[in-house]
């Protein structure tokens, strides 16, 4: 006969295997960079720099807390009487000469059109996704077929749902590319996706082989001809990336959610949702001073153009 202790140890076991099962995730190895040549500065950058192709897919608005957005404890966002907004969410694809097809980050899959909170699963889903919209066509599949996009890997700036909601949509097998230590955010029952279900290995960018350009701090040359730079914003999250991209049409700043809008970008407030607000508002301020730097520079933000 089972004692009542037998039973509790039973539960546990069961428990501990299921959150296994949902939390162990994808291995994860080096994203290995190609030779990141004698760079010191953001001249050299300009000097040698490639270019490649950008484009941005909007595949549907979303509904958030505007208290996730920016961080109302500054009295600069009392002007925002809404508790909630509503964002867009990107996938940006880079088409490159020889490396070919890229994104960075994956937007929404179809699902986001059947419901509002698509393939975001969990009790406390709804909280953070409010509602959303996606028209016909708009998801990440229609529009990379609409253009051809032979998607060789992903980078993604952070894994939060809305740009990672995309992955389930691309070929089996595309590599996906991460910041260093980055979490997958998923919490069992509370809030949890499919989006890497099907991904086996995770190739993280590692910073400590990136060189030191100021004000933006460690960057990556992901294809190594200056095309395309992974700068390290973490804060937001841990392991947040940023995008440079040398397009045709001049640099193109990727913020990612390092500000999701341009109110909070031009006032230096940074996310709600913020892991480490020390680190979040360093990785701004980098990315603000660049910006006022060089103000030709088009900035992209988190869910704003
Ligand atoms: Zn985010």
């Known amino acids: 006969m089972k004692t009542d202790k037998s039973k509790g140890f039973a539960w546990i076991v069961l428990i501990t295997v299921m959150i296994n ?10 994203y290995s960079v190609e030779s990141q040549g004698n760079i010191q500065s953001w001249q050299d950058i300009q000097a040698h720099a490639n270019k490649a192709s950008l484009t941005t897919f909007m595949t549907g608005v979303l509904t958030v807390p505007t208290s996730g957005m920016l961080n109302r404890s500054d009295p600069k966002t009392d002007i925002f009487t809404e508790d909630s907004i509503d964002v867009e969410v990107y996938a ?15 937007g929404l899959d179809h699902r986001f059109g059947e419901s509002a909170r698509g393939s975001q699963k969990g009790f406390v889903a709804p909280f953070i996704i409010e509602g959303g919209m996606q028209e016909i066509g708009q998801d990440i599949l229609s529009q990379l077929e609409e253009n ?19 992955i389930p949509a691309l070929p089996e097998g595309t590599p996906i590319m991460l910041g260093k230590g980055a979490s997958l955010h998923q919490y ?11 991904v086996e290995t ?40 940023s995008y440079l991209v040398n397009s045709f049409e ?24 913020s892991e480490d607000d020390s680190e979040a508002e360093k990785s701004l301020r980098g990315l603000i001073q660049f910006s006022q730097q ?11 153009r």
């Open 21 to 30: 099962l949902i939390g162990c995730g994808p291995k994860r190895e080096s």
């Open 250 to 273: 001049g640099w193109v700043l990727l913020t990612g959610d390092a500000s999701h809008t341009r109110w909070g970008f031009e006032n230096g407030v940074i996310p709600g949702w």
């Open 148 to 166: 051809q996009v032979n998607v060789k890997g992903v980078f993604l700036t952070h894994v939060h749902s809305d740009h990672s909601a995309g």
């Open 92 to 106: 940006h694809w880079i088409r490159h000469s020889e490396k070919g097809d890229f994104l960075i980050d994956t």
């Open 202 to 241: 995770l190739y993280e960018l590692d910073f400590s082989q990136a060189v030191d350009i100021q004000p933006l701090g460690k960057m990556l040359d992901l294809f190594g001809d200056g095309s395309v730079w992974a700068i390290s914003t973490p804060g937001h999250t841990e392991g947040h990336v």
């Open 294 to 304: 060089n103000p030709d520079i088009r900035v992209v933000f988190g869910h704003e």
């Open 188 to 198: 069992p029952f509370a809030l949890y996706n499919d989006h890497f279900d099907n």
